[in-house]
Structures are given as structure tokens and as C-alpha cells.
């Protein structure tokens, strides 16, 4: 007779594997961590997105076995709010700037998910824009638009990709986050920047991609739905443990050196004291110091 074990003890070991790898992702996370030695930025920025191979292969071949249900788990660990959900001035000067297709990076320290991909920004969004920048834009009334302008109306003005998959997302859920950093795509024409609002509203529903690899056609992640509207940015990817990906903050430094058509527009950062719209300065010091805690 073939063993078999019940659904509950399933349900148990699946449990204890993902507590298991938590408990370790936890204790890995503070590798490398420099301190009063930490190199000077402008050093660390040129290694954005290097030395990111820091787990045994045993731990990630069990975390790639997971990955959704560790993805998913992992996704709604937060031990604090965002430093700008609360601060609405911040979100304001935000949301004045923006202009439809403006990429949208953010920080968010005091989530899991926010701790676990390496460098500052662990997410990004798009802004796709209100109903009326839409109707300015002459897609409104498309057939890929049209079907989502009531959840568009209601305020849901982001797009993103996350462990729910592609959806559209209102500020209050994107802004919530310690700092933002808007890139603006440039484009050849009206045409271009048409097509391209299009095919992020036709890429709504697709399923999440757990493992983060550009190479997997029927399901994709934050910076690679960016990569898909918009290919002629071509966006910078990195190989790490086998798995072609695109690292957020490698989308930032890309724009801080004026490359694949990206332009900084601006930097807003928070901490429990208030905000501020910083500098490029600032977010090149930000980014070289997450980098620097990695060098050997």
C-alpha cells in the first residue's frame, strides 16, 4: 500500500519549511553589514547590484520551491507603517509632480519584503494617471483602458506587480513607503507613449513572478512589467544564483547617469521626524551607503 500523508501534516511541513527559511533569510540579512568603516559612496555606487550571492544554494533552492507560498507570506510582514503614509503634504508634492507613465521607485524599510531585496528600493510602480490625463492622452475610451475606468476614477491610479499580481493600486497603498523616487521614460513619440499606456492596462491580471526572472514569459515582476511596456529602455539586468533579474535600484542608478532614457525627476524621502525633497546628491550618498554594507 502507497504511504500517504494527510492534508494537515502537509500543511505542517509546509509551515515549519517556510518558518524555517524566515528564521534564516532573518540572520542573513545582517551579513556584511559595515559600520563606522563604511566605504564612501560614490565607490559602493559603482557596485550597485553586485555581491548579492550571499545565501548558501541549499537555502535558496528551498526558497525557490516555495516561492510563491514564501512570497506571499513574506509580502504582508511589516513591523511599522511607511515614514510617508501619514505625512499627506509629502504625498501631495508627490503626486503634483507625477505625469502619466512616470516610473515610481520606493523604499520601504519597515516591511520584510522591503529588508529582503538588497539595495535601497526594493519595488517600483508606474503611474498610469487619472481619467482625465487618460482622455488627454486620447486612450480613454480604448478597448484596453476603458473596462478599468471606474477603479481609475475611484483613485487607483498606479499600476504594479506584486504577490496579488498586476494590479492597479491607489497612493495610499504605493505612497505608503519611507522614500520615492520618480523616473521620468522618455519617448519618441505621441504614438509610442500611447501604445505603451495601452499595454500596461493590458497586462492587468497577469500572475506574479515568485522567482523574478526576465526569461519567464507568462508571468512577470515590478521592474520587468516596466521592461515589458516599455522594451526600449532597455533596463539593465543582472544574473544572480542563475536568474536574469532587474534590481530596482540598478533602474535608479540608470537614471542618476542620465541612461536608457530615463530622467530624475525628483526624491522624496521621510523619517519619523517629518520629510524632505532631497537631492540627487542625497539619493546617490542613500544608495552607495546600502551598497557599501555588501562589499567584502
Known sequence: MRDTVSAPAVRRIVLVL?????AFAQGCTQLGIAGADMKPAKTSLRACCTNMEEYPRWYVEMARAVAPALGTVLSHVAWRAGYLKSKRSAQDAIMDVLQPLDIVLVSS?????????????????????????????????????RPHLAKVRSGDVFIEADAEGVHLSPRSIVLNTDA????????????????????????????????????????TFCTELIQR???????????????RTIMPDSVAVSAIRKGHGLVLVGYIKGDRKGWRQASMSDLVTDIGRDWAKRQP
Open 229 to 243: 511596456a516599455m522594451p526600449q529602455l532597455d533596463l539593465p539586468v543582472t544574473e544572480i544564483y542563475g536568474v
Open 109 to 145: 524599510k519597515g516591511r520584510r519584503s522591503g529588508q529582503i531585496i538588497p539595495g535601497l528600493f526594493g519595488h517600483a510602480a508606474v503611474y498610469l494617471g487619472t481619467e482625465d490625463e487618460l482622455k488627454r492622452l486620447g486612450i480613454s475610451a480604448s478597448a484596453e483602458v
Open 18 to 22: 517556510l518558518l524555517s527559511i524566515m
Open 180 to 219: 520615492v523616487a520618480i523616473l521620468r521614460p522618455q519617448f519618441s513619440s505621441l504614438k509610442q507613449r500611447r501604445k505603451t499606456a495601452r499595454d500596461f492596462f493590458a497586462a492587468l491580471g497577469m500572475r506574479f513572478d515568485f522567482l523574478f526572472d526576465v526569461e519567464t514569459p507568462d508571468c
